[in-house]
């Protein structure tokens, strides 16, 4: 779906006066969130692997130039130009799955200045969604962290690749897999799924249903058992279980999706392990989101599982987050944007970060590139000359990484409500007097 | 992005148990909202055309099969139906663009179980996006008619296809354009840009870089001007402008991303039109909603157009519809789904609209298909033996179509707030029948 030119006009407007100008010095750009919203105390890196596969193969294919003529207004020279463009410049950015906080640079961006300003539109698209969904997923791991978690949501994903990275993004914090097909063959995510209610109502009785999908399916499968009546259709598989399970066919969960989910799994559960099916897990589904999965296993809800649809792939309360991508230097000068209630912290920057004795994160200091390193620094170099300078991680490690960086979460900011004390990053202070001697350059 | 394997594995376990049972009788599954949320007060359809495409284009590539076959457990018959899988069912849908309210189906599939199951996901995913953008951005249109209103959600919009299709929708429902370039080129929509505040920041001073930009595009540019102080910056705009007239470089609007927009557009005003800008018009952004066009169109401020990005995008306030496809007959009897809170009124269905001597909607009735058509039948034939039976509309036509679609909605529901009354759409005499019979029938 993407292309070169999925892009803002004003990028191409930019780069047609920057190309009159020969303005090619160098540019630094940082990719940041102004501010953590309401609803989440910290945020997960994410979409780095997809930004890195869009830079190195960024170019304008012949008919995207040839519209670009068409229109009149374009330059010979900015055609010219995007018709041998690639990206050659250099990238620092946190690894995959990182937590981090407002003001926070998660990627740097330093090329010629066209080049740097070119790729802006399309990276804050990649970046910007899957931080969005990463920080959704990791709240709900948080309050389910033995719980089976799937993402469910591809029908109300903003269309196709939201689909594929929300299945990705969730995979990378701790999600046991998916139910999208194409996200299980692009990303190797583990895929969930079985019937739906329409399965059910085609056949003329439910038993008859539950049986044919047990005889397809034979390993261990998952019933839906809410189409008509919860109860009535666990009574149902209950009743199959000994005659199927004679000739080798199992059953492995049912799911509810509607009701007093916590009522039901209590129910269920009983009918189950009065029936000797103590193996057969219980998996929820239906409008759940954190909260809602957090107060049923308060409850004691007897759930082993939750699919989660579109809370988790539109982030449905927090659905974009305030990512920007900023000029902090240019021509080896810092440069700061000083518009009302948006002004940002010049200059080229680093994070970072401390640990407490006990492995959770104890500070966090926003600082100049160069100044000594305290701890860990966050930002590293990723891409050089417009080529990866290691080969891409597997999603696998980099979920790994994920769980230890979710433990050294620090205790207070691991629940859902707000913190009392929200975790703030330092500023050191060779930033903030860089930023007082900008504003005094700047006419 | 997309591909046949997007789409949810209980899709492909299902068809492999039809197939073992040999279900291939015809269903038809509807495509429709339950609710509205609070915050929508009426919906508009889109997302056909894309849907129609996907139909039409429906077919497995032999590395989707082989991958299939790797998994193990899919067996060779459903994987020889998905190789030689083509669409052939029939559609029935509302016009893009259509005006429509909960319980309504907006889109009717009628194929051979397995086809119409297989499609789901993907289906609910394009049209439930285009929808809740569509409906957003008809909010935007009616609080501010005569304004231009521009799509700038790209970045933050949720991936590739929702930036594209977000602009789309917008344009449908009478956004003047976008500034995402590919949706310009693949839609013919207008594109609109022209600066970002890195593009003031990389030069020495504002006014070299304003200067810089107008003789690169000397035709009603427009300058943003909050880079570093709002009125300073339209000084400079208007320094500038008598010198480079001369030269026959005009300016043609200047915009404002920051502070309260009110105050600044009507200061910026005075300062134009005392200078003799009075063409010059004033464009804002930042932040912007319904809401907040509304009360700035309230207060008087002098703006003249918006550039909407996050909230129209993501659609940020309601990012997801409870947008469902569910089977309502199978081998010519009526199905209905029971489950607690979430059943559907059974058969295949018709809305037809009845309008008012003044033109505006009177009502609504959902009804059996066949029972005698009063006002306007809402569902129209568009796909039969999987191709359109028209050629795809303009988005133009479409456009102006819908244009008067809002003009036929009941005052009531043309404010932002929730009307005293909301729309209820009747069912039928007949249909509440076939309800109480399908329930009498179903074990």
């Not at 892009?7 to 303005?23: H, I, R, S, V």
């Not at 997923?137 to 269309?159: I, N």
């Not at 492995?359 to 100044?371: M, N, Y």
């Amino acid at each position: 779906m993407s292309g070169a030119l999925l892009t803002d006009l004003y990028q191409l407007t930019m780069l047609q006066a920057y190309l009159e100008e020969e303005m090619h010095g160098t540019a630094v750009f940082e990719l940041f969130v102004r501010k953590l919203p309401a609803g989440r105390n910290f945020l997960v890196a994410a979409g780095l692997e997809q930004a890195l596969d869009y830079l190195e193969n960024l170019s304008f294919r012949d008919e995207e130039l040839a519209w670009l003529r068409e229109q009149g207004g374009f330059s010979k020279r900015l055609i010219d130009y995007l018709g041998d463009f690639r990206f050659r410049g250099s990238v620092h950015a946190m690894a995959e799955g990182t937590v981090f906080f407002a003001d926070e640079p998660i990627l740097r961006v330093t090329a010629p200045l066209p080049e740097a300003q070119l790729v802006e539109s399309r990276l804050l698209n990649i970046i910007h969604f899957q931080t969005v969904i990463a920080s959704k997923a990791a709240r709900m791991v948080l309050v389910a962290p033995d719980a089976l978690l799937v993402d469910f949501g591809m029908r109300r994903a903003h269309g196709s690749e939201a689909a594929l990275l929300a299945a990705r993004a969730a995979y990378l914090v701790g999600f046991g897999g998916t139910a999208t097909v194409e996200a299980g063959r692009r990303f190797g995510i583990p895929l969930f799924g079985t019937m739906a209610h329409s399965y059910v109502q085609a056949h003329d009785s439910e038993r008859a249903a539950f049986e044919a999908f047990l005889r397809a399916w034979p390993k261990r499968s998952t019933l839906l058992v809410d189409t008509y009546d919860t109860e009535a259709g666990v009574a149902k598989a209950i009743d199959l279980a000994p005659r199927l399970g004679r000739e080798g066919i199992s059953l492995g969960a049912v799911r509810l999706d509607s009701g007093d989910l916590a009522v039901h799994a209590r129910r269920v559960r009983g009918m189950l392990d009065r029936a000797g099916l103590r193996e057969v897990t219980i998996f929820a589904s239906g409008s759940l989101d954190e909260k809602r999965i957090a107060a049923l296993l308060a409850e004691g809800a007897p759930l082993d599982g939750f699919g989660i649809g579109t809370a988790l792939d539109t982030s449905s309360d927090v659905p974009a987050l305030d990512a920007v991508y900023k000029m902090q230097s240019y021509a080896g000068v810092a440069r700061r944007k000083r518009s009302e209630g948006k002004a940002t912290w010049p200059g080229i920057k680093q994070v970072c970060r401390s640990l407490a004795p006990d492995g959770t994160i104890a500070s966090d200091v926003i600082q100049l590139e160069g100044e000594p390193v305290v701890g860990q620094a966050l930002l590293e170099l990723q891409m050089r000359d417009g080529r990866r300078t290691t080969p891409a991680p597997l999603l696998s490690q980099l979920r790994a990484d994920h769980a230890r960086a979710l433990r050294a979460l620090p205790p207070g900011l691991r629940g859902l409500p707000r913190p009392r004390r929200a975790y703030r990053c330092e500023i050191s202070p060779k930033l903030r007097e860089l930023a007082q001697e900008v504003d005094k350059a700047t006419p």
